[in-house]
Structures are given as C-alpha cells and as structure tokens.
C-alpha cells in the first residue's frame, strides 16, 4: 500500500513559490505583537446593524493609513531599478495605498492567494472601508483584475511568467500600480488562529489574530476583555526598532482609542 505519492505543483504554486524566493528575506526584518483591547471598537460595531458592522479589517486599515500619514517615515521601502541593481535607493510613498491579503478558493492551487490594494485609504471613512472590503469578498477572484492579471502570466513559460511576475519588484512605478504602497493586512482570524508571525515582500505587514475575551488587567483588577494579538513585521532597512516602536505603539493606540466619525 503506497504512503505517500508525488504531486506537481500547479503553474499557480510554482508562479507564487518563485516570487517568494526572489523577494522574501527573513533575515530582513523583525517583528513586534501587542495584544489589543477592543473595547472601543466593539462599542463602535454595536452602533450599526449586523449586516452592515464594519469587520476588524476595516478598523485596522483605517488604523495603518492614519499611522503613515502621521509618521511617513514608515512609508516607504528598500529598492532596486532594473538597469541598475546593485544600486538601492529609498523608495518614498506619497500616496496612502494598503494592500489586502485575499484568500482565492482556488480549485487548482492550495498555497496561492493575491494581494489587492485599496487606494488613498487616508481619505477614506470607515464605512468607505467596509464597503471596499465587502466587495472584494462578493466578488470573489474571478472579477478581479489584479488576479485576472496573475492568472494570464499562468498563460506563458514559467521561467519567462516568473520573470514577469518580478518586474514590479525591480520598477518603482510597478510597485505603485501592482502592489500599492509600504504596506500590506493579512488576517487569518477567522480560522481561528491567534497570531501570525511571517514576512511579506512589502516593508510593512500587520496581522491580527483571533477575537475574543481574554484576561487583561484594567483599573486594578483582572477582567475578561475582547481584544485580538496585533503583530507588525518590518524590514529594519527602512527604520530602526525605536522608531518602528513608535509607528507600532501609535498603531495600537488608535485600535484601543478609535473615535466615531461624524457624519
């Protein structure tokens, strides 16, 4: 009786592995975690019906945008150009573009996921956010463009589709249109996971983890408060752990302290 058997990757895996070994360095970047009372943002969800409560994404996008714009320092990443490689610069974001981690529900690949990018988020409201969220998740992957782009590379030789698949990461400009801006969400929460520690291509990446009650102290004593692990992993070539500490610390204060917009 066979134990095990072999299976080629799909083009999907294989176009995706490829990006990973060429952009992700772990020895690159640290990581920071704070676990995030949500008392306020919960009070804030309370106040709108079910179908239309914000989810966690939104209320951390609206966090990260606010951070950048007050602390652009961390706005901005580690390049290369294309014609000219073994000369970096540093590549700074005038723009507030976040990119999203989105799941595919693929058939044909396990391990393959995207990243869309949500535009100017500095200057949009917290329902704006939502809303852009809410429809990416009705939409699927089919419609999208930037899978829609991933998928036609499938289309061609892997050596020449990796190749392709590359290129923004070497052209600043591509950067900006393929990949938005310094930093990108994930959450796999909703599987039930605490916290996740990784690294991403972009400078920046924030996680948070599952929600729920956990003991925390407040006003002296030990109660159950609904909070999430926040995590930030960052490419200690852009900023140093004081000032990343500063960019985290700002970042969490906005979750704990979140203001309800007027209208």
């Not at 945008?65 to 005038?94: G, S």
């Not at 892997?158 to 392709?164: A, D, G, H, I, V």
């Amino acid at each position: 009786m066979e134990r095990s058997q072999m299976v080629s990757p799909s083009p999907l895996e294989q176009l995706f592995k490829g990006m990973v070994d060429y952009e992700v360095r772990f020895g690159r970047t640290v990581s920071f975690v704070n676990l995030v009372d949500l008392t306020q943002i919960e009070m804030i969800r309370s106040k709108y019906a079910k179908e239309n409560r914000p989810t966690y994404s939104a209320f951390v996008l609206k966090a990260m945008a606010q951070t950048l714009k007050e602390l652009p320092y961390a706005n901005r990443r580690f390049a290369r150009r294309i014609w000219r490689p073994i000369f970096p610069f540093i590549q700074q974001f005038v723009r507030i573009d976040l990119g999203v981690a989105v799941e595919t529900n693929v058939s044909d690949s396990l391990s393959a996921s995207y990243v869309d990018i949500l535009r100017d988020v500095d200057h949009l409201t917290l329902e704006e956010i939502h809303n852009w969220l809410k429809d990416r998740k009705s939409h699927g992957v089919t419609s999208n463009s930037n899978w829609s782009n991933i998928r036609r590379l499938t289309k061609y030789p892997y050596y020449f589709s990796k190749l392709l698949m590359r290129i923004p990461y070497m052209v600043p400009l591509l950067w900006e249109k393929y990949r938005g801006g310094a930093a990108v969400l994930s959450s796999p929460s909703k599987y039930g996971v605490d916290m996740i520690n990784t690294c991403w291509s972009w400078p920046l990446g924030v996680s948070y983890g599952w929600v729920e009650a956990r003991p925390m102290v407040k006003e002296g004593s030990i109660q159950p408060v609904v909070s999430f692990y926040l995590t930030m992993n960052f490419d200690r070539r852009i900023m140093a752990g004081a000032p990343a500490g500063r960019f985290f610390k700002r970042m969490t204060d906005l979750l704990e302290n979140m203001e309800i917009e007027k209208n």
